[in-house]
């Protein structure tokens, strides 16, 4: 039994570090810039955003380099990870509305409980699978998702070329066996303040 949960452990972490590869230069990660719909300029100007956000969010803590993680696209501001009281998620919240060009905060920051081995085995399973199905689709492109997963929750954070893709996506989601609820933060391409040409 234990060499059993062992080698689905070690299976998902090799799934996992197998998600596929993004660009990564001077302006930081995601997704590749000759797929991502954004213009180059939105995309510098989010990496900016996503870089003074993160240096004011290590200034009050440095603890919060691995707890908290955020994610800039097109001026909105994605907030997701681990914190210690419902005061520090305010704090980082407050701070994130102060970035000079933001249009708007999704705060999907928990307040940290025990450590649950198993509860994060599941929850790193769950997101192999998604980013498994949406890499093998035809109809999704993978490079512009990013996903998490707390305690079976998904959260997606990313931009769909068009309805049907999004949609394409919550229904991957969904079907993923174990999932409580599926938040998505995805916007549409025509949503976009300035668009690739």
Known sequence: MKIKILLIIL????????TGVSSKGIFGTGVSVAFDPRSVGTQIDD???????????LL??????LSVNSKVLDGR???????DSPEEKLK???IAWETKGARSVRNDIKIK?????????KDILITSQLRTAMILSKNIKSANYQIDTYKNKIYIYGIAHNSDEK?????EAK???????????????????????
Request: glycine residues 2%.
């Open 60 to 65: 009050i803590d440095k603890k919060y380099l």
């Open 77 to 83: 501001i994605f907030l997701m990870g681990k914190v």
């Open 47 to 57: 990496s900016i955003m996503q870089k003074n956000l993160s240096a004011k969010i």
């Open 167 to 171: 949609n394409e996506v919550l229904k």
């Open 113 to 121: 409980d025990k450590f649950d081995f198993k509860q994060s085995a």
């Open 11 to 18: 299976t998902c972490f090799l799934i996992y570090g197998c």
């Open 175 to 197: 079907q993923i066996l174990d999932v409580k609820d599926v938040i998505a933060s995805i916007l549409l391409v025509d949503n976009l303040r300035v668009q690739k040409n």
């Open 92 to 94: 980082i919240t407050k």
